[in-house]
């Protein structure tokens, strides 16, 4: 048993508008939440903060001693958010304070548009911990590259020759439809672990606990904005926090994976699949058709709480060929056009206009004399959500 007080890191983002369209942060933005965040640091209600942006996410990295899901912790960053959109109406930015689903904080800002990712764990006598924000994509994009880390002996080494990794881990796996999780033992499960988490729209890895001892390795945002509000509002861009080294996989281990540019949902008007392209934070925005999907990875190292860093993970030599490729891939992606599976499926997008085609066509259908109608419609066409 360690006397040492827990430590809590919360990195919690919102989208409260961007610059020239849906694809950076404006700085002042960046500023007014930093101003918020100084405040609560020097009344010490957080130890250390760290304000950046992924794309058009503004994204709040804070540390403090107050637990997960803090209503203190929430509220101060739901302000910040506020101030952060009060200067993005000001500035007439785009889609100025979207995120932010309701005008009044209720105790949690999950559920309220905000994505969060937050973990407690008494810090080690050196912590190094990995902040990963991505934009133009969905939380279940974490489930191949978390796999990869924690479960996969050919990424990681660590499995197979480190006696402090060797048991494995455990993963809890969150069905975003019925709102329930399920936790599945890797390597024992991992065939089961696989079968649900290869359909990361809807089993999304949430976190990762060192089965040895319980101690928390990985959490992963898991709002889906589409899905909260009932209708298109925002994209559901995640963030992960995942511990490193001494115990847990190698910084390398962790990064690894991302070297393989995976196909993830979310580009272009949350409908279309991309490449997964790690960058630097100066490539943290998102062009090229509002992308491709990206992800910015920041190092940190925690002492007594403080954010020592962060240092710009993807901001390698050794990543060239991963962004070159993921170039490629969205190169051969975007020949597809408008067809499926660059498209995400009826029941996936975004956007759509297919109920509305389908009625404006339903008179002109002619049925064909001899063809079996199927019982169940091969093609759902009802959707999750509809932006107006
Ligand atoms: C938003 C996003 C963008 C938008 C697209 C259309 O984060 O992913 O691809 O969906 O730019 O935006 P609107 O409908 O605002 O013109
Ligand atoms: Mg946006
Ligand atoms: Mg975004």
Redesign the pocket.
């Known amino acids: 048993m360690s006397e040492k007080p827990k430590i809590t890191v919360s990195v919690i983002k919102a ?1 409260i508008g961007s610059l020239a ?2 694809h950076v942060v404006h700085p002042d933005t960046i500023a007014a939440a930093t101003r918020i965040l100084a405040e609560e640091k020097s009344k010490g209600t957080i130890i250390d903060f760290y304000v950046t942006n992924a ?2 996410d503004l994204e709040l990295i804070m540390t403090h001693r107050e637990g997960v899901d803090s209503p203190k912790i929430h509220e101060l960053a739901w302000n910040a958010f506020k101030e952060a959109a009060k200067v993005a109406k000001e500035l007439g930015l ?2 100025a304070g979207q995120d932010l689903l309701s005008d009044a904080f209720s105790g949690n800002v999950r559920g309220l548009g905000p994505g969060v990712a937050e973990m407690e764990f008494v810090e080690r006598p050196a912590e190094p911990i990995v902040i990963f924000m991505a ?2 994509t969905e939380p279940g994009a974490f489930n191949l590259p978390v796999f990869r880390i924690f479960a996969d002996p050919f990424n990681t080494a660590g499995l197979v020759i480190d006696p402090k990794l060797h048991d494995g881990f455990k993963f809890e796996v969150f069905d975003v439809f019925e709102g329930q999780s399920v936790t599945l033992s890797a390597p024992e499960e991992m065939y089961d672990l696989l079968a649900i988490i290869g359909t990361p729209a809807r089993y999304i890895i949430r976190r990762v606990y060192r089965k040895k001892d319980n101690e928390i390795a990985a959490v992963v945002s898991v709002e889906r904005l589409n899905l909260m509000a009932g209708k298109y509002i ?2 559901d ?1 995640p963030v992960a926090i995942i511990r490193a080294q001494s115990g847990f996989p190698a910084l390398g281990e962790v990064l690894e994976p991302f070297a393989f540019p995976h196909l993830v949902a ?5 409908s279309h699949h991309g490449p997964l392209m790690p960058v630097p934070q100066r490539y943290a925005k ?1 062009t090229r058709f ?2 491709p999907p990206r992800i910015l990875g920041l190092g940190f190292q925690i002492k007594n709480g403080r954010l020592v860093g962060p240092a710009d993970l993807f901001d390698d030599p050794a990543f060239d060929e991963t962004r070159r490729l993921a170039s490629r891939i969205a190169d051969y992606m975007r020949r597809h056009g408008p067809f499926m599976p660059h498209r995400l499926g009826p029941e996936e997008m ?2 759509t206009t297919l109920p509305a085609v389908l009625e404006k066509l339903k008179d002109r259908f002619v049925k064909v004399v001899g063809e079996p109608k199927t019982k169940k419609p091969i093609l759902e066409t009802k959707m999750l959500s509809h ?1 107006e």
């Open positions: 989208d369209g849906h794309g058009d785009y889609a934009d133009k925002g994209k861009d979310g580009w272009m008007r949350g998102c509002d992308g975004e956007y932006h």
